[in-house]
């Protein structure tokens, strides 16, 4: 099926999310979709996949112009959409979740599961997705969900099927045989809109390349470019992707993270004992897929979410159960009655236990702000 956007705008009150966007993907074709964050690629998907209503412009299906006024229009025409957060009830089964929303009755009204538990066995056998029909969507991982998506927008016939940055929450072996599943849809006939800005996987999966900056179409490439042209135009400027620094040269260990554990409202451990030390002057990455525990490292060392147990010390202080204003060097020195009416009510849903350090002296004048 041909896909043809035509000077799609969005706005958002003044702010012009998609400007006049034309964009055509070809049957059978894998149509990378890059520019960074906050672009308008989302938007422009959104509004194919019915979500959106656009300001102005056109939709054309093989020439034929169509309307839609939600998802359900979208997914009957043959468009699906894997979304960036999935869209899976955690305690339905595989079936279940490809059903639900397209549900088969029998005589008397029945649901039949029978029906979908077949159509799941039959598309994850031909693209190799190994799903097991009856597998509880919680207990499978990331990657497989994802391939529940996918089966999902399959089942419904989905000629057009649209990936919204589907690699963020992969691992690389997981990316790998996410673009292996790309190949295989598209030789099958189906055309993939791949949204996302990492390069290297455009390169290895498009076969075109459309670049979207600030709501506007900038250009399109072919997959032979290099990530340097592809880098400048998503930024609009020359950028380098070689390592041009001069190696750090760190002082002492100044903050400290020891045995950090974070449990969510389910009592359920999503940073488990974390340690690290940050010296003056250094950089600390914290790499990892997305969804495996950084927001929640961040917020509970800035004391947004309490943590279960372990220690974090700036300059020797222990910051732990600080509320966020009290661990700020800069909030150091108010009265501890502030603190606990400040952190009372900004913080109220969780239970929290005061450092002795938000109630005491304030810290040499040097620690400011010097990490
Ligand atoms: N519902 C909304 N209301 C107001 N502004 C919005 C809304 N959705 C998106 N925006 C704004 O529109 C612009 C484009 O956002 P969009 O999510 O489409 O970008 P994107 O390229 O998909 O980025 P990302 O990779 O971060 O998802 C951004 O400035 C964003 O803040």
């Known amino acids: 099926m041909k896909l ?40 422009l998907m959104n509004v194919l996949f019915g979500l959106y209503t656009a300001d102005e412009g056109k939709i054309l299906l093989d020439g034929e112009e169509r309307t839609f006024r939600g998802p359900r229009d979208a997914l009957a025409a043959g468009i699906g959409m894997v979304h960036q957060h999935f869209m899976l009830v955690p305690v339905f089964t595989v079936a279940e979740s490809v059903m ?3 549900e088969d009755v029998r005589g008397g009204g029945l649901l039949d599961l029978e029906t979908a538990r077949r159509r799941v066995k039959e598309l994850s056998d031909r693209f190799g997705f190994g799903l097991d029909p009856d597998a509880v969507v ?25 990936l919204d940055e589907p690699t963020a929450v992969l691992t690389p072996q997981e990316t790998d045989d996410l673009i292996e599943i790309m190949r295989q849809l598209k030789d099958a006939g189906t055309s993939i809109v791949f949204i996302t800005h990492k390069l290297r996987e455009v390169k290895a999966v498009a076969d075109s390349i459309t670049v979207i900056r600030r709501g506007a179409v900038v250009g399109t490439a072919e ?149």
């Open 4 to 43: 043809e956007l035509q000077g799609i705008t969005k706005r958002f009150g003044p702010l012009v999310a998609n400007d006049s966007i034309d964009l055509v993907i070809e049957p059978a074709e894998i149509h990378a979709l890059l520019g960074e964050n906050g672009a308008g690629k989302s938007t």
């Open 100 to 102: 639900l929303g397209h």
């Open 138 to 162: 919680e207990d499978l991982p990331v990657g497989v969900q994802q391939r529940v998506e996918i089966v999902k927008a399959l089942a419904r016939e989905a000629k057009v099927l649209i």
């Open 223 to 371: 997959p032979s470019a290099s990530e340097n042209e592809l880098a400048e135009l998503m930024v609009g400027r020359a950028v380098s992707l070689g390592l041009d620094k001069a190696v750090a040269e760190p002082g002492e260990e100044t903050f400290v993270v020891e045995g950090l554990t974070v449990r969510d409202a389910t009592d359920q451990t999503v940073v488990d004992d974390v340690s690290f030390a940050v010296a003056r002057g250094e950089i600390l990455a914290v790499a990892g897929v997305q969804g495996n525990g950084q927001t929640e490292l961040t917020e509970a060392i800035l004391g947004v979410l309490p943590s279960a147990a372990g220690s974090v010390t700036l300059e020797g202080r222990e910051l732990r159960g600080c509320a966020p204003t009290r661990c700020s060097p800069r909030a150091w020195g108010s009265s501890p009655r502030t603190a606990r009416s400040t952190a009372s009510s900004s913080t109220s849903r969780w239970r929290r236990t005061w450092c002795s350090t938000c109630t005491t002296r304030s810290p040499s004048p040097k620690a400011s702000g010097s990490t």
